[in-house]
């Protein structure tokens, strides 16, 4: 389940050729959501049994094919879906000899430590795909989208007094995932007028795993705390007895919030879909 973005590695071969009826098949969601923005739904993608648990949207239409997980791709359908182009990230790059013998690849990247900022290295990667896969007209509107979208979303929030916000993915009772720059859900919060909570820079794919009593270094006490599903079932009772928690400003009513599933692995679709529903959550709030 990893992306692709900023830099974009092409195979030799040009694929401006390709018709409209090429048959794409993707090895990574994000990819994937921005194939169906672009008009162009792949034929077969990894691990789609899980799209609806972590992605819920753009809707995948029911022709997708399942071609196994993204490390163990079942080459036999992969063969019968007779791809045209085969998309998929650097962390499947042992894969290449084998998917080559298959069909031409595109190689896109953005989760590196040189890649910088995700979601401008988002924009850059969607511009590309539009322009090699001969859909530039579709990429170029649906950014124009996405760019209104964002700065609706800004607007529905400017005066309101939203504190920062601190983004977060509990891992059990005692340790969270925590969202910061250079990352995708941190670039959204920016491009939306919000301050994170959490000041530190984290690694390059935008979290870091913390203990729940490193909480404590968030400065702001009227930060607000945002949790997105699925939150582990027993998570929530566990907190609710814990001195640790307790202590915490995020302990007191209001402070603590829960968003549905959002791909923090995502692209542009991504940074949208969690900038709406934040924004619909403080609005309903405010």
């Not at 290449?96 to 924009?123: C, T, Y």
């Not at 700065?151 to 340790?175: S, T, Y």
């Not at 940074?271 to 709406?276: S, T, V």
């Amino acid at each position: 389940m990893f992306l692709g973005c900023a830099a974009v590695a092409f195979a030799p071969r040009p694929l401006l050729a390709q018709s409209d009826g090429q048959r794409i098949v993707s090895l990574d969601y994000g990819i994937a959501s921005t194939l169906l923005s672009l008009g162009l739904p792949p034929v077969g993608l990894s691990d789609l049994a899980d799209w609806d648990r972590w992605v819920v949207d753009p809707l995948l239409p029911k022709s997708v094919v399942d071609i196994g997980s993204s490390f163990e791709v079942n080459f036999e359908i992969l063969l019968e879906l007779k791809p045209d182009i085969i998309l998929t990230t650097p962390f499947l790059d042992e894969l290449l000899p084998r998917l080559q013998s298959v069909a031409k690849v595109m190689r896109v990247e953005v989760f590196s430590p040189d890649a910088g900022p995700v979601l401008p290295a988002a924009i850059a990667a969607t511009n590309k795909l539009a322009r090699e896969l001969g859909r530039q007209k579709e990429g170029d509107a649906f950014l124009a989208r996405s760019d209104a979208f964002f700065e609706k979303c800004r607007l529905r929030l400017v005066g309101r007094n939203i504190p920062p916000v601190g983004l977060v993915n509990f891992m059990d009772a005692r340790h969270a995932r925590i969202y910061s720059r250079p990352g995708l859900f941190h670039n959204a919060l920016e491009r939306i007028g919000l301050q994170n909570a959490w000041t530190e820079e984290s690694n390059y794919w935008g979290f870091e795993t913390i203990g729940i009593e490193e909480l404590s270094r968030v400065k702001d006490p009227d930060a607000r705390l945002i949790a997105f599903d699925p939150v582990p079932a027993d998570v929530l009772p566990k907190l609710a007895h814990s001195p640790l928690w307790n202590a915490l400003p995020f302990a007191r009513p209001g402070h603590l919030s829960i968003l549905p599933p959002v791909l923090m692995f995502g692209m542009v679709n991504e940074a949208m879909r969690f900038a709406g529903l934040l924004t619909d959550l403080l609005e309903r709030d405010a």
